[in-house]
């Protein structure tokens, strides 16, 4: 499986909320965006709204110094909280900001990423130490589709297993109905591990299972943000640091996004499943969109949806 090296040092992970280059902007408004803030991959939400931009040259930064009370350190170079939020921790050490644009993570800081009309941005607050290499995500859909981490409106590709196509078309229908261009074809290992476009692949488990790139994936869970154990007797949901939940579940849905790395703009999402009943539940969740919302990834028995990764007590 081919990953770019380094990617989630806490070097560069520090550099996602740098705060340079920022400015105050007093023009007429120019459209509106999303702003999120949590805690704990999504566990507890802090803000969460629609908010004015105003002007062309808003960043990040502006925006939630703008709406949030906001603090900063080391010369104003570090985002340190948002709303409280750190405050609220007995012990906040350990623990950093990580922001997503568009369902990607910033490789930049948020002085230096300019906002147009319509994008999401998601801020979470978490310990660096825990999987931190989360670089994609299921919760800002329709984004990535819509127009991915640099805003480059591009095909949406799904790739669908041997009985799926109907789902597969299904799935096309709804994106197309948010004005996103789809293509489908039939799943294609080559085409995810060189993928040009974001990529949804559509295939119940047993597809998968065996094959040398999803095996890579689920070694390195914690490079990804794989939250999930799959076996051959069924799922385990896993916690930021590796431990196992205790249920194990044969008949499930899987919803998680894979990305190569912070600033990607074609994350890979995978929708997978114990059997094709399972991935068709899957895909209606995907089009209510609110089970989905501000989650890393979901798991989903039945009409339960799971969110990962499993926080087991640790940090609440």
């Known amino acids: ?13 520090l550099l996602l909320v740098l ?14 965006i999303r702003v999120h ?24 930064l502006d925006v939630i110094d703008d709406h949030l009370n906001i603090e900063t350190g080391y010369g104003g170079a570090f985002i340190i909280d948002i709303n409280d939020t750190a405050k609220d921790l007995k012990n906040p050490r350990g623990y950093d900001w990580f922001f997503y644009v568009n369902g990607g993570m910033s490789n930049i800081g948020a002085g230096s990423y300019f906002l147009k009309s319509g994008d999401d941005i998601w801020w979470d607050y978490r310990p660096w130490k825990d999987a931190a290499a989360v670089s994609s995500v299921i919760g800002q859909y329709p984004q990535p589709f819509v127009s991915s981490y640099r805003n480059n409106k591009v095909e949406t590709l799904i790739l669908y297993g041997d009985h799926e196509e109907k789902d597969a078309l299904d799935l096309s229908t709804m994106l197309k109905d948010k004005d996103i261009s789809v293509i489908t074809d039939i799943y294609n290992k080559m085409k995810i591990e060189q993928r040009t476009n974001p990529t949804i692949v559509l ?8 094959d040398e790139f999803w095996e890579g994936i689920q070694k390195n869970w914690h490079r990804v943000g794989w939250f999930v154990e799959i076996n051959n007797q069924g799922l385990y949901s896993l916690s930021p640091s590796g431990n196992k939940g205790k249920i194990m579940y044969e008949n499930f849905a ?30 209606k969740m995907i089009e209510e969109q609110d089970p989905l919302s501000l989650s890393t990834s979901v798991l989903i028995k039945d009409d339960e949806v799971v969110r990962l990764p499993y926080i087991n007590g640790e940090r609440k």
Request: proline share 3%.
């Open 19 to 32: 705060v340079v280059g920022c400015s105050k902007n007093v023009e007429p408004q120019n459209g509106e």
């Open 203 to 210: 295939a119940t488990w047993d597809q998968l299972s065996g």
């Open 254 to 283: 899987l919803i998680t996004a894979i990305g190569t790395g912070t600033g990607d703009d074609f994350p890979l999402w995978l929708v997978t499943a114990s059997d094709s009943i399972n991935l068709s539940n899957a895909v």
């Open 1 to 13: 499986m081919k990953m770019k090296n380094n990617q989630f040092l806490i070097g560069a992970l």
């Open 37 to 60: 803030v949590t805690k704990n991959y999504g566990e507890e939400v802090v803000f969460s709204e629609k908010v004015p931009l105003m002007g062309r040259n808003q960043t990040v």
